[in-house]
């Protein structure tokens, strides 16, 4: 399968699913995120992560506020939706999209593979993958 196919493939799947395969790659990921922000415990390299990857196309979706709120209530944090924008407008730009490229660089197969289907899971949370998603992804998955 293909890097197109494989996008297609979870902008297919269902929110629920979308919303399982992320939290599974979230939870398979976070014990290295940790290990490499040590002094937050991981949580700043998580808000990049998905501040990031919502932004990717310059847009936020309802469908994505709703989602990265049901990422944070597998940590009992409950975000409105201002919250959710401005973890997006603070990790938007090219320079967090050559970060989070940079940091998959450093990750070994298995979290960068975590890594990659997390971030493809919120970019599909709105039945589509832009462009400009793709190309974000495509960095992660080449790195």
């Known amino acids: 399968m293909d890097f197109k196919e494989l996008l297609q493939k979870i ?11 992320a939290i599974e790659s979230y939870v398979e990921l976070l014990p290295v995120l940790k290990s490499i922000d040590s002094d937050n415990n991981g949580a700043g390299l998580v808000c990049a992560i998905i501040g990031t990857t919502v932004g990717a196309d310059g847009k936020i979706s309802g469908e994505e506020r709703a989602f990265v709120k049901a990422l944070f209530k597998v940590h009992k944090v409950e975000m409105s939706d201002s919250e959710v924008d401005n973890l997006v407008k603070r990790h938007s730009g090219d320079e967090w999209h050559s970060l989070i490229a940079k940091l998959a660089g450093i990750m070994n197969q298995e979290a960068k593979a975590h890594l990659a289907m997390f971030c493809a899971a919120i970019c599909a949370i709105d ?13 992660i998955f080449a790195a």
């Open 11 to 21: 902008v297919n799947m269902s929110t629920e699913a979308k919303l399982k395969m």
């Open 127 to 139: 039945d589509t993958i832009s462009r400009e998603e793709a190309v974000f992804l495509a960095g």
